[in-house]
């Protein structure tokens, strides 16, 4: 059975740091890629990042380019979400999920991931003063 389990989310001022992490089990994950997803408070939920299996090729939102950095320890199981310089707008739960294949070819699609693939409970994370 396939698992996510997100952690490090907390309260953090603006201009802060905070690294998020997904540990995932159900699944072998140096093949699959996984997305880290966040919805704030009224608002649609997005694509943030996505890393591939294999290769681990990196892909990020324009909104979060040059402040985050996805990152995966195969040994450890566990997909990380490095978050620097954060704003009151990166204020939301964030979810990783997989739909157990290699590439993140449809990692902004909320729609296909709902349909098709496994999420964690979320983590919050709120940037405030």
């Known amino acids: 059975q396939v698992q996510l389990v997100e952690s490090g989310g907390g309260l953090v001022q603006p201009g802060g740091s905070l690294r998020l992490s997904c540990a995932v089990s159900g699944f072998t994950m140096d093949n699959y890629a996984v997305v880290w997803f966040r919805q704030a408070p009224g608002k649609e939920r997005e694509g943030v990042s996505c890393i591939t299996g294999g290769d681990g090729s990196t892909y990020y939102a324009e909104s979060v380019k040059g402040r985050f950095t996805i990152s995966r320890d195969n040994a450890k199981a566990t997909v990380y979400l490095q978050m620097y310089n954060l704003t009151p707008e990166d204020t939301a739960a964030y979810y990783c999920?997989?739909?157990?294949?290699?590439?993140?070819?449809?990692?902004?699609?909320?729609?296909?991931?709902?349909?098709?693939?496994?999420w964690g409970q979320g983590t919050q994370v709120t940037v405030s003063s």
């Open positions: 999920a997989t739909d157990k294949g290699p590439t993140c070819k449809y990692y902004k699609d909320v729609n296909y991931y709902s349909n098709f693939g496994s």
